[in-house]
């Protein structure tokens, strides 16, 4: 990694279980600041294994921080690692979940998913002319022939969304009929999602430019109290693809991979994900066909104008919608204070 990244990335990880899988990311993690939000039981003791450098917030540290606006920092699911996001003072972000170990390539080699995901980042998007060799700016590759030189430019990267090897990110009915199917095949390609397509962001590899997209990077209203869990990276993937396709930023998709370990429970995952599995066949037509206004100009008002647009569109299919919206806000000001260094109040 360029030693002058080193000091713009923050690793950002949730937990309800333990950091043991950090031992086997210490050559690549080692040299990085660490913000682990640790859900669940705030009297839990997390043990941080020695010689990372890591700042762990509980829940009441988030209540403690963020006082009456914790309201939008999710409970009792892995949307509570925004709060990572929102402590981070760093360029770029990479969040990782604690059941994801170092994966390797066909030819036996450790992947350094956090190097991979900076490259990624580093190097422009083509969301507008699909180039059919995959990513141009990936080592030994180009533009093919016939792609427009007045496109070739690209534009900024702000998504990388890495994949994973063994479990894949199936949602509980898929896992429920195929419970034994593992992901061992390594695809070696970077794709950037077209402009105006959606796709199914998931958290668990996942890097993103903080400074372009960061407030756009909310993952919902979920978990404890709420009537759905584990859409958290589903609905921040589709708000801020909407954000990307408007600022005309790129996301990039494919590798790094990670080897996600552990599969969680079919039945409980279907009992968080039940409403999510109707809800997205009307919340996706919604967001496939948002068109934000051009005084939007900032990432900031794009997501204002989009909450609107939630709580003006939304409340039909559930009154949820109309909190979801109201706590879209809260994330922004949170957001804005944060990054004034202003007491949150
Ligand atoms: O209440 C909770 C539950 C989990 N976490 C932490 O979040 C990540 C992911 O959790 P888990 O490993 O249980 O879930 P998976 O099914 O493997 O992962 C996918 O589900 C997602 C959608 O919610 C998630 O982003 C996907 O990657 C772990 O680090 C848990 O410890 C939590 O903090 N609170």
């Known amino acids: 990694m360029a030693p002058d990244l080193l000091d713009q990335v923050d690793i950002v990880i949730p937990t309800i279980r333990s950091l043991d899988f950090l031992e086997q990311w210490r050559p690549f993690f080692e040299p990085y600041h660490l913000i682990v939000v640790q859900d669940g039981d705030p009297d839990r003791q997390v ?15 988030i209540e403690r921080i963020l006082g009456e606006k ?5 409970y009792k699911d892995s949307a509570c690692r925004c709060f990572g996001f929102l402590m ?12 994801c170990f170092v994966a390797k390539s066909p030819d036996g080699k450790l992947i350094d998913a956090l190097h991979h995901h900076l490259r990624n980042l580093c190097t422009p998007s083509t969301p507008f002319f699909f180039n059919t060799l995959y990513d141009p700016f990936a080592e030994g590759a180009d533009f093919v022939r016939g792609y427009p030189f007045s496109l070739r430019i690209g534009a900024p990267t702000a998504i990388s969304h890495g994949l994973w090897l063994n479990i894949p990110d199936y949602d509980a009915p898929t896992q429920m009929v195929k419970p034994l199917e593992k992901n061992t095949r390594y695809v070696d390609a970077v794709l950037t999602v077209p402009h105006g397509c959606l796709y ?6 996942m890097a993103f430019d903080r400074e372009i997209i960061g407030p756009a990077m909310w993952f919902g209203l979920m978990g404890e109290g709420q009537p759905l869990g584990r859409y958290d990276d589903m609905f921040a993937g589709w708000c801020s693809k909407v954000v990307c396709d408007h600022l005309g930023l790129g ?21 968080k994900e039940y409403k999510g599995i109707f809800w997205q066949e009307e919340l996706i037509p919604f967001f496939q066909g948002v068109k934000l206004s051009p005084e939007s100009t900032t990432t900031e008002e794009c997501y204002l104008e989009l909450a609107q647009l939630v709580r003006e569109n939304l409340i039909g299919i559930d009154p949820y919608f109309g909190k979801v919206a109201d706590a879209m806000e809260t994330w922004i000001d949170a957001w804005r204070q944060m990054a004034n260094g202003e007491k949150i109040v």
């Open 251 to 271: 996301v990039k998709t494919g590798l790094p991979y990670v080897w996600h370990s552990k599969a969680s429970n079919p039945f409980v995952n279907l009992k």
């Open 70 to 74: 914790a309201s939008c920092i999710s």
């Open 88 to 99: 981070s003072r760093k360029r770029y972000v990479y969040t990782i979940d604690d059941d």
């Open 200 to 205: 199914p962001m998931c958290g668990m590899n």
């Open 47 to 61: 043990s941080i294994p020695d010689g990372f450098d890591c700042d762990i917030y509980n829940r009441r540290d």
